[in-house]
Protein backbone atom coordinates (compact mmCIF):
# COMPACT_ATOMS: atom_id res chain seq x y z
CA UNK A 1 0.00 0.00 0.00
CA UNK A 2 1.20 3.08 -1.17
CA UNK A 3 3.12 4.83 2.08
CA UNK A 4 1.88 8.22 2.03
CA UNK A 5 -1.77 7.25 2.09
CA UNK A 6 -0.88 5.35 5.24
CA UNK A 7 0.71 8.33 6.59
CA UNK A 8 -1.81 10.40 5.74
CA UNK A 9 -4.51 8.74 7.58
CA UNK A 10 -2.29 8.43 11.08
CA UNK A 11 -1.47 11.86 10.92
CA UNK A 12 -5.45 12.55 10.86
CA UNK A 13 -5.72 9.97 13.17
CA UNK A 14 -3.22 11.63 15.60
CA UNK A 15 -4.85 15.03 15.12
CA UNK A 16 -8.06 13.34 16.25
CA UNK A 17 -7.28 11.96 19.06
CA UNK A 18 -5.70 15.15 20.32
CA UNK A 19 -9.05 17.13 19.67
CA UNK A 20 -10.84 14.24 21.07
CA UNK A 21 -8.67 13.79 24.22
CA UNK A 22 -7.38 17.27 25.32
CA UNK A 23 -9.05 20.22 23.61
CA UNK A 24 -12.74 18.96 23.46
CA UNK A 25 -12.54 18.17 27.25
CA UNK A 26 -11.68 21.63 28.05
CA UNK A 27 -14.78 23.14 25.59
CA UNK A 28 -17.12 20.91 27.29
CA UNK A 29 -15.87 22.15 30.38
CA UNK A 30 -16.16 25.32 30.08
CA UNK A 31 -19.81 25.32 28.69
CA UNK A 32 -20.55 23.38 31.52
CA UNK A 33 -19.40 26.25 33.64
CA UNK A 34 -21.63 28.43 32.06
CA UNK A 35 -24.50 27.11 33.40
CA UNK A 36 -28.05 25.74 32.17
CA UNK A 37 -26.98 22.83 30.00
CA UNK A 38 -30.54 22.32 28.30
CA UNK A 39 -30.00 25.81 26.31
CA UNK A 40 -26.35 26.14 26.02
CA UNK A 41 -25.77 26.09 22.31
CA UNK A 42 -21.52 26.19 23.41
CA UNK A 43 -22.14 22.25 25.50
CA UNK A 44 -24.16 21.23 22.31
CA UNK A 45 -22.04 22.36 19.80
CA UNK A 46 -19.14 20.32 21.93
CA UNK A 47 -20.91 17.26 22.47
CA UNK A 48 -21.79 17.38 18.63
CA UNK A 49 -18.34 17.77 17.53
CA UNK A 50 -17.05 15.02 20.35
CA UNK A 51 -19.64 12.75 18.37
CA UNK A 52 -18.48 13.50 14.96
CA UNK A 53 -14.43 13.18 15.94
CA UNK A 54 -15.36 9.94 18.01
CA UNK A 55 -17.03 8.58 14.77
CA UNK A 56 -14.23 9.81 12.53
CA UNK A 57 -11.77 7.90 14.24
CA UNK A 58 -13.71 4.97 14.08
CA UNK A 59 -13.70 5.22 10.12
CA UNK A 60 -10.09 6.01 9.37
CA UNK A 61 -9.09 3.51 11.60
CA UNK A 62 -10.88 0.63 10.23
CA UNK A 63 -9.82 2.61 6.69
CA UNK A 64 -6.26 1.82 7.91
CA UNK A 65 -6.48 -1.79 8.85
CA UNK A 66 -8.09 -2.83 5.93
CA UNK A 67 -5.71 -1.03 3.91
CA UNK A 68 -3.12 -3.05 6.12
CA UNK A 69 -4.55 -6.65 4.68
CA UNK A 70 -3.91 -5.74 1.27
CA UNK A 71 -2.48 -8.72 0.25
CA UNK A 72 0.11 -8.35 -3.22
CA UNK A 73 0.30 -11.81 -3.87
CA UNK A 74 -3.97 -11.26 -4.47
CA UNK A 75 -3.53 -8.86 -7.05
CA UNK A 76 -3.53 -10.38 -10.95
CA UNK A 77 -0.67 -9.82 -12.95
CA UNK A 78 -2.72 -10.18 -15.93
CA UNK A 79 -5.91 -8.24 -15.41
CA UNK A 80 -7.02 -5.24 -13.84
CA UNK A 81 -6.74 -4.36 -10.93
CA UNK A 82 -5.15 -2.04 -7.86
CA UNK A 83 -2.51 -0.13 -8.88
CA UNK A 84 -2.74 -0.97 -12.82
CA UNK A 85 -2.66 2.03 -15.55
CA UNK A 86 -4.88 1.02 -18.42
CA UNK A 87 -5.85 3.03 -22.02
CA UNK A 88 -9.57 2.71 -22.74
CA UNK A 89 -10.96 3.34 -26.13
CA UNK A 90 -14.69 4.80 -25.07
CA UNK A 91 -16.98 4.05 -28.04
CA UNK A 92 -19.09 6.79 -27.54
CA UNK A 93 -17.01 9.70 -27.49
CA UNK A 94 -14.34 7.80 -30.49
CA UNK A 95 -11.62 8.75 -28.40
CA UNK A 96 -8.87 7.06 -25.66
CA UNK A 97 -8.50 8.04 -21.50
CA UNK A 98 -6.10 7.08 -19.74
CA UNK A 99 -6.48 5.64 -16.12
CA UNK A 100 -4.33 4.57 -13.01
CA UNK A 101 -6.99 2.51 -10.64
CA UNK A 102 -5.90 3.68 -7.16
CA UNK A 103 -7.49 3.76 -3.32
CA UNK A 104 -10.38 6.23 -2.91
CA UNK A 105 -8.03 8.57 -0.43
CA UNK A 106 -5.46 9.16 -4.21
CA UNK A 107 -8.64 9.34 -6.65
CA UNK A 108 -8.46 12.55 -8.57
CA UNK A 109 -10.48 12.39 -12.08
CA UNK A 110 -8.65 15.02 -13.47
CA UNK A 111 -5.52 13.94 -12.81
CA UNK A 112 -6.98 10.27 -14.56
CA UNK A 113 -6.41 8.59 -11.21
CA UNK A 114 -10.06 6.27 -10.25
CA UNK A 115 -11.02 4.86 -7.20
CA UNK A 116 -11.29 0.82 -7.50
CA UNK A 117 -14.82 1.79 -5.76
CA UNK A 118 -16.06 4.04 -8.00
CA UNK A 119 -18.36 2.95 -10.89
CA UNK A 120 -15.80 2.88 -14.13
CA UNK A 121 -12.81 1.25 -11.40
CA UNK A 122 -15.71 -1.48 -10.25
CA UNK A 123 -16.48 -2.35 -14.02
CA UNK A 124 -12.54 -2.17 -15.12
CA UNK A 125 -11.19 -4.69 -12.40
CA UNK A 126 -10.50 -7.99 -13.71
CA UNK A 127 -10.56 -7.24 -17.64
CA UNK A 128 -7.63 -7.82 -19.58
CA UNK A 129 -6.50 -6.23 -23.19
CA UNK A 130 -9.01 -6.30 -25.73
CA UNK A 131 -12.28 -6.98 -23.49
CA UNK A 132 -14.80 -4.22 -23.76
CA UNK A 133 -17.08 -2.98 -20.27
CA UNK A 134 -19.94 -1.39 -20.22
CA UNK A 135 -20.32 0.93 -17.22
CA UNK A 136 -23.39 2.86 -15.42
CA UNK A 137 -21.78 6.08 -14.92
CA UNK A 138 -23.91 9.18 -13.06
CA UNK A 139 -23.73 10.86 -16.69
CA UNK A 140 -25.42 6.93 -18.34
CA UNK A 141 -24.03 4.45 -19.34
CA UNK A 142 -20.41 4.48 -21.23
CA UNK A 143 -18.92 1.46 -23.52
CA UNK A 144 -15.11 1.24 -23.31
CA UNK A 145 -12.38 -0.97 -25.23
CA UNK A 146 -9.63 -1.55 -23.04
CA UNK A 147 -6.49 -1.54 -24.97
CA UNK A 148 -3.31 -1.46 -22.84
CA UNK A 149 -2.85 -2.44 -19.45
CA UNK A 150 -0.12 -2.16 -17.27
CA UNK A 151 0.10 -3.91 -13.84
CA UNK A 152 1.33 -2.51 -10.66
CA UNK A 153 4.01 -5.42 -10.61
CA UNK A 154 4.93 -4.06 -14.62
CA UNK A 155 5.71 -0.81 -13.13
CA UNK A 156 8.24 -2.02 -9.85
Known amino acids: MPAHIIKKLQEEIQTLEFELNHE ?12 DLSENAE ?18 KQRLASLSLINMNNIPKDRIAFGSTVVLYDVDRDTEVEYRLVTSEEADVNKGLISTTS ?6 MGKKVGDTVKVATPNGVREFEVRTLQTIFDVA
Open 119 to 124: PIGRGL
Open 43 to 60: FHMAKQRQDYVGARLMQL
Open 24 to 35: LPKELKRARALG
